[in-house]
Each structure stands twice: as C-alpha cells, then as structure tokens.
C-alpha cells in the first residue's frame, strides 16, 4: 500500500501536484501551499502521484512503498 506524506513548510505553490493528481493533492487558498488530501490514494491515482513527486520543483513529496 502506498502512503505519501508532505512538506508543507517548503512548499513554493507551484501547483504541479494540482495539475498531474488532483484527486490526491489541493492547494490552500490564501497561500497556494500543498494540501494532501489522500494519504493512502488509491491505486488508479498512484501513477500520478509518482509523477507530481517527480516533477515537483521543491521536492516536497515522498511516496512511501509497503510490500
């Protein structure tokens, strides 16, 4: 099972997670901060939350593998 957590702090609100998975992540509205809305995604959104990990330009995204 897959479990992804955040770095709020150093999030810069570029919205890249918003764009490749927002089943999984929002954006607060007065800031533009990382909101995690799906800890566990499930797996139809796990492809996409690989790529927001990725492409995020404050590497604030950690994707966490359980066998």
Known sequence: MMRV???ADKCI???VCVLV???VFDQRDDD???VLLAEHPAEEHQESV???ANRCPAAVIEVHDRS
């Open 5 to 7: 957590s955040v770095d």
């Open 13 to 15: 609100g570029s919205g």
């Open 21 to 23: 998975a927002g089943e």
């Open 32 to 34: 533009g901060v990382v």
């Open 50 to 52: 690989y790529e927001a």
